[in-house]
């Protein structure tokens, strides 16, 4: 026991040592791309929304949905095309987003688990001087044994919310079907719903701000499920096309925890909604839905980037746009999030540097472990040592095109599965008893799974219990065939094992990996 402690001491003086590596100066950005660059300290707009997967912008090929503000944004910003999230589900992305930091080494690991004390949030790594800081919106599970994080002595304004106050919908006269608004938002129409209070929030902050460098922090619920909402009939589900894996369901040599959530879906449809999931018809109409919700945020996004135009803010604003993690939302004719698949995992990044009026693509993979490291370093802050990412800003700086953020790292911890109710039943349901056993299952639910991505494009999700995984990303974008069980690949699977333990050594994660 002491010598673990031991261990666990020196990991974490290691940790903290991460970012301390010698940063260039910032290099003059490219005259196409970036106009004249302020003097003054940048103000930061950071918008995070829920659940929006990576494909839902026409930067990233999708031109089917109403996303006219963030396709717009996107064409004067950075645009990270392969960008992870650190686990896919809230509060432990969450977590990474705001504190630079990993699930298992900040504490939040699961939704239910809570982060450390002395972990600060990125407004708390601001320095105060002149900004006026605000957070607004939802934290998604985030807290630690002092409340919610970021705390409110961390900022100036401070509102969390999952939907409008009752008070407010009460004034405008609506009563809320249920006090339950997490759920019930989705009944409430667009003129009272959450984007658009949200969207007021910021506008009120911004025109408060009165000249002064700003730090605000939006966080939308939607488009998280359930996948309903005003704007449920504004895409034809005949517009709709389904994920070019939506019939390559989880096979054999597959996690179980894959096919359990896949028989799931199948076998009780969208519960929240409800709506049965057996047809494509039926996948359709839920996706159209989905898009709904993801124009929704996009109009009230845009009526936040409009205040700033109108207020003559927007040229020294940088602006980030992200996901805390993605949906299956029909890929492998799966839903929701909780996946090592490519579609809970991946989100979209935005990032419009100040004066920015072009776009610019990176195709090599980051992480938002590197998030908080890299605004920093943009705002022209001190990056404190702690952090667990290192900042992007030599990718960006870089003109050449070939630039790497190198290995990028995905974790899984907990259980956090539809699945997991059903499990509790007796006798077990014969969806799951055909296939498993509930012992089984349960272990497959809870399978702490570790994952690396290379920048070549392979991805090897390394699984305690033995369920190994191997994509060839370029080749098979959909994850469609295992290759973990091919001899020839045995060698490249030893390699990105050994890979990702480093990565457990740097970082403070206990987790036993199998040898290969």
Request: charged share 20%; net charge neutral.
């Given at each position: 026991?002491g010598?673990?402690?031991?261990?666990?001491?020196f990991?974490?003086?290691?940790?903290?040592?991460?970012?301390?590596?010698?940063?260039?100066?910032?290099?003059?950005?490219?005259?196409?791309?970036?106009?004249?660059?302020s003097?003054?300290p940048?103000?930061?707009?950071?918008?995070?929304?829920?659940e929006?997967?990576?494909?839902?912008?026409?930067?990233?090929?999708?031109?089917?949905?109403?996303?006219?503000n963030?396709?717009?944004?996107?064409?004067?910003?950075?645009?990270?095309?392969?960008t992870?999230c650190?686990?896919?589900?809230c509060?432990?992305?969450?977590?990474?987003?705001?504190?630079?930091t990993?699930p298992?080494?900040n504490?939040q690991?699961?939704?239910r688990k809570?982060?450390?004390?002395?972990?600060?949030?990125l407004?708390?790594?601001?320095?105060?001087g002149n900004?006026?800081?605000?957070?607004?919106?939802?934290?998604?599970?985030?807290k630690?044994?002092?409340?919610t994080?970021?705390?409110?002595?961390d900022?100036?304004v401070?509102e969390?919310?999952?939907?409008?106050?009752?008070?407010?919908?009460?004034q405008?006269?609506?009563r809320?079907?249920?006090?339950?608004?997490k759920?019930?938002?989705?009944?409430l129409?667009?003129?009272?719903?959450g984007?658009?209070?949200?969207?007021?929030?910021?506008?009120?902050?911004?025109?408060?701000?009165?000249?002064?460098p700003?730090?605000l922090?939006?966080?939308?619920?939607?488009?998280?499920?359930?996948?309903f909402?005003?704007?449920?009939h504004?895409?034809?589900?005949?517009?709709v096309?389904?994920?070019?894996?939506?019939?390559a369901?989880?096979?054999?040599?597959?996690?179980?925890?894959a096919?359990?959530?896949?028989?799931?879906?199948y076998?009780?449809?969208?519960?929240?909604t409800?709506?049965p999931?057996?047809?494509?018809q039926?996948?359709?109409?839920?996706?159209a839905?989905?898009?709904?919700?993801?124009?929704?945020?996009?109009r009230?996004?845009?009526?936040?980037?409009?205040?700033?135009r109108d207020?003559?803010?927007?040229?020294?604003?940088?602006?980030?746009?992200?996901?805390?993690?993605?949906?299956?939302?029909?890929?492998?004719?799966?839903?929701?999030?909780?996946?090592?698949?490519?579609?809970?995992t991946r989100?979209?990044?935005?990032m419009?540097?100040?004066?920015?009026?072009?776009?610019r693509?990176?195709n090599?993979?980051?992480?938002?472990?590197?998030?908080?490291?890299?605004?920093?370093?943009?705002?022209?802050?001190?990056?404190?040592?702690?952090?667990?990412?290192?900042?992007?800003?030599?990718?960006i700086?870089?003109?050449?095109?070939?630039a790497?953020?190198?290995?990028v790292?995905y974790?899984w911890?907990?259980?956090?599965?539809?699945?997991?109710?059903?499990?509790k039943?007796?006798p077990?349901?014969?969806?799951?008893?055909?296939?498993t056993t509930?012992?089984?299952?349960?272990?497959?639910?809870?399978?702490?799974?570790r994952?690396?991505?290379?920048?070549?494009?392979?991805?090897f999700?390394?699984?305690?219990?033995?369920e190994?995984?191997?994509?060839?990303?370029?080749?098979?974008p959909?994850?469609t065939?295992?290759?973990?069980g091919?001899?020839?690949?045995?060698?490249?699977?030893?390699?990105?094992s050994?890979?990702?333990?480093?990565?457990?050594r740097d970082?403070?994660?206990?987790?036993v990996l199998?040898?290969?």
């Amino acid at each position: 026991m002491g010598c673990r402690c031991l261990m666990m001491s020196f990991l974490v003086v290691q940790a903290f040592s991460l970012a301390g590596f010698n940063r260039p100066a910032l290099a003059q950005s490219p005259e196409s791309v970036v106009r004249n660059r302020s003097k003054s300290p940048p103000n930061l707009l950071f918008i995070v929304v829920d659940e929006q997967r990576f494909d839902t912008l026409a930067a990233y090929g999708n031109d089917r949905i109403q996303m006219p503000n963030l396709n717009r944004l996107a064409s004067e910003s950075l645009v990270f095309e392969r960008t992870y999230c650190c686990q896919a589900v809230c509060g432990p992305s969450r977590s990474s987003i705001l504190t630079g930091t990993w699930p298992h080494w900040n504490g939040q690991s699961e939704n239910r688990k809570r982060m450390r004390d002395e972990i600060p949030c990125l407004p708390a790594m601001i320095s105060s001087g002149n900004y006026v800081k605000g957070f607004l919106g939802r934290i998604g599970h985030l807290k630690n044994s002092q409340g919610t994080v970021p705390h409110q002595d961390d900022v100036d304004v401070y509102e969390h919310f999952n939907a409008p106050p009752i008070e407010y919908l009460q004034q405008r006269g609506t009563r809320p079907s249920s006090e339950d608004l997490k759920r019930n938002r989705m009944l409430l129409p667009e003129q009272l719903s959450g984007p658009k209070y949200l969207a007021e929030r910021a506008e009120q902050f911004l025109n408060k701000v009165e000249g002064r460098p700003f730090a605000l922090f939006c966080s939308f619920y939607e488009p998280h499920d359930p996948y309903f909402g005003p704007l449920n009939h504004l895409h034809a589900p005949e517009e709709v096309i389904l994920p070019g894996n939506f019939n390559a369901v989880p096979q054999a040599n597959q996690p179980l925890k894959a096919q359990l959530e896949q028989r799931y879906f199948y076998h009780y449809g969208d519960v929240f909604t409800p709506l049965p999931l057996r047809t494509e018809q039926q996948w359709r109409i839920l996706i159209a839905r989905y898009w709904g919700l993801c124009t929704l945020v996009d109009r009230y996004i845009g009526r936040i980037l409009q205040t700033l135009r109108d207020r003559g803010l927007y040229e020294n604003t940088l602006i980030v746009f992200t996901s805390d993690h993605g949906t299956m939302i029909g890929s492998h004719r799966m839903n929701i999030k909780n996946m090592a698949f490519e579609e809970s995992t991946r989100v979209p990044l935005l990032m419009h540097l100040p004066g920015q009026i072009e776009s610019r693509k990176f195709n090599a993979p980051v992480s938002q472990i590197d998030l908080v490291p890299t605004l920093l370093d943009l705002m022209g802050q001190e990056i404190p040592g702690h952090l667990q990412g290192r900042s992007l800003r030599p990718m960006i700086e870089d003109t050449t095109g070939t630039a790497s953020a190198g290995d990028v790292f995905y974790e899984w911890n907990g259980i956090n599965a539809l699945v997991h109710g059903d499990l509790k039943r007796d006798p077990l349901p014969e969806y799951i008893a055909e296939i498993t056993t509930r012992e089984r299952a349960l272990a497959a639910l809870a399978d702490p799974v570790r994952s690396i991505v290379s920048p070549d494009l392979w991805k090897f999700n390394c699984s305690p219990l033995g369920e190994q995984e191997l994509y060839d990303l370029k080749r098979d974008p959909g994850e469609t065939q295992n290759l973990a069980g091919n001899p020839k690949h045995l060698r490249r699977i030893k390699e990105m094992s050994q890979r990702i333990k480093r990565w457990q050594r740097d970082t403070g994660d206990f987790v036993v990996l199998p040898e290969f």
